[in-house]
Each structure stands twice: as C-alpha cells, then as structure tokens.
C-alpha cells in the first residue's frame, strides 16, 4: 500500500469540504440577516416601549400622589416629568461650585463670573430644609470657618472660609415648592 500524500487525501474530500463550507456560508448569512431583522424589528418599538414606559412613570406618580400626597417632591427627584408640556430643565454652561456636592433636583439656572468673584444659582422642586442640610453638611469640612449671615423661616445666608477661599450661601423657599440656592465663590488676597 502507497502513502497518501496529503493533496490527495484533500481531493478526496473535497464534496465534504465544499458542503461544510457552504453550510457555513449559509449560516453565517442566516446570522447577519437575523441581527438586521432584530435591529429593525427593536427601532420599530422603541417608540411603543417608550410610550409604555412613561404611561407607567404617570400611573406611579399618581398613585404616590394620592396615597402620601407630601411624597410627591421626595419622588420627583427620582421620576422625569411626565408632562409633556413642560420641558425638562437643563444646565446652563457653567460650573458648581464649592465643597459641596450639588444637590440632586436642582437645575443650574445662572452663572456668572468675575475677575474676584464666580456665582452659580440653581433652582429646583426640592424640599427646603433637606437642602439647607445637604449644603451645610457640604461645607462642614475641618478648617471651614462657618457663620450664619441671616436666618428667617423659608431664607437663610451664610458664609463659610477656608484659607483663601469664601464662599456665600444663600438659600430661599419659592413659591410652588420650588427652593433657589445661589452659591458665590470669591478669593482673597
């Protein structure tokens, strides 16, 4: 018996070869069709599971609404507007300021810069006196020099420095539950 010598074992095979890939020919085809037809078939719903989405965020707002009615401004942090009729704020260009974090809801309104001062004003529908503590935690860092400025229900203006740095704080109750904090960065010399 001769040795086969690969060439020709390959001859041989050749119908298997040929049939195997053709087969995955065909199923690779398969693949790339079937990810356009998903892709297609997902940008053709994507609107439908959109709506559906915020037609259940109303359904839950208004049950929250009318089972703790004083619930409503602790969840809008956490639910987008689901009127269509009133835009979602956004930022204006600018920058936070300060030690302390930005409190969630609140929506950059104003800012303004100075070769001695920068001040940033935001405003939102959040609870008043959870506010005041967010900002007052913010700023209670060891070396900040704290004093309260002014204090009235509904209004409060403090002043806080470290170093160089001072920074006013000026909190106000709005009409509508809405809260306005103005936030204003100097650096002595």
């Not at 001072?166 to 809405?178: E, F, G, N, T, Y």
Request: glycine letters at 6%.
């Amino acid at each position: 018996m001769q040795p086969v010598l690969p060439l020709q074992q390959l001859r041989r095979y050749r119908r298997v070869i040929i049939g195997v890939a053709l087969t995955l020919a065909v199923l690779l085809g398969l693949t790339i069709w079937g990810v356009i037809a998903g892709a297609s078939w997902l940008l053709d719903k994507a609107p439908q599971v959109a709506a559906s989405g915020q037609q259940m965020l109303t359904a839950a707002r208004e049950k929250i609404e009318e089972v703790a009615p004083q619930a409503k401004e602790r969840v809008q942090v956490w639910l987008p507007s689901t009127n269509p009729s009133q835009p979602v704020a956004q930022d204006v260009s600018g920058s936070d300021l300060g030690p302390a974090s930005r409190m969630a809801g609140l929506v950059r309104t104003r800012y303004t810069e100075t070769e001695a001062q920068r001040q940033t004003v935001y405003e939102g529908k959040v609870d008043y006196q959870a506010t005041l503590q967010h900002y007052l935690r913010g700023f209670d860092r060891p070396g900040m020099e704290h004093h309260v400025l002014s204090a009235a229900p509904g209004n409060e203006q403090h002043s806080f420095r470290s170093g160089q740095q001072q920074w006013q704080l000026d909190i106000q109750q709005l009409a509508d539950s809405r809260v306005s904090v103005s936030l204003s960065e100097t650096t002595l010399k």
